[in-house]
């Protein structure tokens, strides 16, 4: 390995600096607070959950991600157990998903600004309108979204100290905010009172529907940043996993301590109209204002300027190796997969998609659209993990697997469970449009077949069917779920839960015997990054 190559390599501290940046952004701004006004008290079990859901999914990447360390892994593993129409949902979804982080985090930086209490901060009040970004924040969105990228367009050097020291301040600020908050407004009763309905005062299935309606799956999905950086990681064969386990750990306990600050720090008269009422225009620092610690308000409105920023500028990063990495499944334009030789990223997949981005926020300008997209699409996204490895342990036994996961066997069909109910706590509509989004990219898929002469196309289509009917599944039962999901409540609950777990179980195993329709080109591609690992690893 050349010099000039190790010293881009980005170490275990700016790998976790990376990811806790990713994960700690908009999310934590907004969530607590739309997590307490679904499920009230009760929030704080859900932030455990959405923890149970994600790290069961990164459990099964973590394998995959030691086996093929290479820049945007998670648009590829698909295709490699698969085939390429599998690969293209997988990565066409997980792009989308990836692509929408940008503008979301940009939007939230406007949305807080639009608050700032000063008078000399008159001008950013016209920047949300009806809790919509107006033209006159557009200008500001879009300025926030180009300097996201170009502080990725010269190095990976460049972004992990940027993102290093962002980090250190983006920590900082949520624990200081628990520290004061408990110390000078906790307020115990606000947990059980009885006049609110008590701990769980809209029943145990909105602890349920919290978890993704209200930001808390988009808020802790992060650590495919570890995944997708790939090679750029110095020794991945321990960095990956560490950097995930810390990053999602470290979010965790964050998290978790700070739904239970604000769920004790809510005045009585702000919970008037019980849980469902209440209702911040910028919750923590509005908390803070009412307690007269205005130098913590200060602090949280520059953290919500800065949270987001940092989050936008890491997404960046991932956002154009992922697109980047679907050119090498040969159903897009090879010129989105140039790298640049110089600083070592893909140039025009960043610029691809500064374009989508602008489009995307001028298109939907509310957090809440933007973060429902995210959520649904990125679950999508992650049913295919658990079925690629252990797909791949059946048809690539031989092939090396620096971490070897021992549970898989119990962990991959629970994670392919975990991803589907969380998938159906989005609620009706979404899941339809999410996949209708999904399918929006399928043009691009067929045109390349054609390019190909169909030759393959009836073997990937059969390899691919198991998702696209699972698809199709998880859209109907949405629709006659519970009422409580917003479902027309043929499958009351808790007996539609029981059904997609069953269900689920059988998709994840249709899945597995898939395998046999994919072609051998791929598994090569496989074998071929595979082959690089002893060298890589050690």
Known sequence: MSKENSKRKIGLFQIVMLGLS?????????????????????????????????????????ELGTMFPESGGMSKYAQYSHGSLLGFIAAWANWVSLVTLIPIEAVAAVQYMSSWPWSWANWTRGFLSNGEITNEGLLIVFLFILVFTLLNYWSVNLLANFTSFISIFKLGVPIITIIMLLVSGFTPQDFNNPALGGFMPYGSASIFAATTASGIIFSYNAFQVVINMG?????????????????????????????????????????????????????????????????????????????????????????????????????????????????????????????????????????????????????????TGPVTVSTLRRIAPNFTRPIRLKLLNFMAPFAFVMASLATYWAKWPTTVQVILVILLGLPFYFYFEWKNQWKETRKQFISAL?????????????????????????????????????????????????????????????????????????
Do not use: C
């Not at 043929?490 to 539609?496: A, C, E, M, R, S």
């Open 22 to 62: 990713s994960i700690i952004g908009s999310g934590w701004l907004f969530g607590s607070w739309e997590a307490s006004r679904v499920a009230g008290p009760a929030a704080i079990i859900s932030w455990v959950i959405g923890a149970i859901v994600i790290g069961s999914i990164a459990f099964n990447y973590v």
């Open 231 to 383: 090679r750029e990681i110095e020794n991945p064969k321990k960095n990956i996993s560490r950097g995930i386990v810390i990053s999602l750990g470290i979010s965790t306990i964050i998290y978790v301590l700070l739904q239970f600050t604000f769920i004790g720090s809510i005045e009585p008269s702000n919970l008037a109209h019980g849980w469902h009422g209440v209702n911040f225009n910028s919750p923590f620092a509005d908390i803070a204002m009412g307690l007269n610690l205005y130098w913590l308000t200060v602090m949280l409105y520059a953290d919500a300027f800065v949270s987001p920023f940092g989050t936008g500028v890491s997404f960046v990063a991932q956002t154009s190796r992922t697109l980047a990495a679907m050119v090498t499944n040969e159903h897009m334009p090879k010129f989105l997969g140039k790298i640049n030789k110089r600083w070592g990223v893909p140039r025009v997949a960043m610029v691809a998609n500064l374009i989508i981005s602008v489009l995307l926020v001028a298109s939907f300008r509310s957090w809440a659209t933007l973060a429902s997209v995210i959520s649904t699409s990125t679950l999508i996204a992650y049913l």
């Open 466 to 538: 198991w998702m696209i009917v699972y698809l199709v599944f998880l859209s109907l039962v949405s629709y006659l779920g519970s009422h409580d999901f917003n479902g027309i409540g043929f499958l009351p609950y808790p007996l539609d839960f029981i059904v997609i777990i069953v269900v689920a179980l059988v998709f994840y195993y249709w899945g597995i015997s898939s395998y046999s329709f994919q072609t051998d080109d791929d598994l090569d591609k496989a074998k071929e990054v595979n082959d690089t690992v002893d060298g890589d690893l050690k």
